[in-house]
């Protein structure tokens, strides 16, 4: 218990040390993935700001906490009853500054713990990012970097790259790795997106399996979705989310991160809603 108080501390430092002075807001989204012969579930949610330091500087701070139920539908024999729940708690820091007017640099560094149900200091792992910003004119930005990030489960350094192009007022496209996004907004209220992201999580498990020596639970897919979102009151937005999941794994993985079990979970739909208080 005393260590679970400690690591939920570190986590809010960041949160608690500032004030929320410039853009605020709090989400809670649902989200069910079934495919072939087990069911995802997860509840998330996320209280993100920024603050501008001076004109050229500004931080962005994100808070969240999820949870993740797996119900393996073809398994008479409650084979998995030990691995149904999974939880993470993440803060995302978030640093950038200009270099020069057209030029500008973001560091971000995310705390993360994941865990079934026992949060121990073994389960907090650092991930994080560099990118390099450049506007090569007033439509067009390109965007370079490198992370540690989980997108393909297990954490693991990988590239990043995104060409975004505003093509007027209502529409903007950014198109690389890991993420893609077309927006589409017809009016100030709605906001139609179709995206596509590389995207995955890992979870230590509570206890080593003495028969194949997993320690962790990995999930990682390729998502493509198209997304709403709409302004229904003042600073209160709902979002929905229909999708498919390509390409998706589960995992067991050893202490090296070697493969020793494959769920063969299959490919299947996304869908989503959340709601969100935005200032």
Known sequence: MKVRFIICSLFLISFLGLKAQENFSATLNFKTEPTDKINFSETNIAVFYQKKLGTKSKIANTLEYSNLKVNYEFNPYNFYADQDKFNQVQDKFEYSSEITE????????????????????????VLGSLEISQQLSSKF????????????GAPKFTPIVAFDYKMNEKTDFKIGFPDSRISYSNNDRNKFSLTNSFNGNFYHLDEKNVDNNAEKAVLSQM?????????????????????????????????????????????????????????
């Open 102 to 125: 057209k030029t500008r640099w973001q560091l971000s560094v995310v705390p993360t713990a994941n865990f079934q149900s026992k949060l121990d200091f073994s389960d907090v792992t």
């Open 141 to 152: 930005n390109i965007i370079v970097g490198a992370g540690r990030t989980s997108i393909f």
């Open 223 to 279: 998502t493509s979705a198209l997304e709403y979102e709409r302004n229904v009151a003042a600073n209160w937005f709902l979002n929905f989310k229909a999708g498919y999941d390509f390409n998706k794994k589960y995992n067991l993985l050893d202490s090296n991160d070697h493969k020793i079990y494959d769920y063969n979970s299959g490919n299947g739909y996304v869908l989503g809603i959340g709601i969100k208080y935005k200032q």
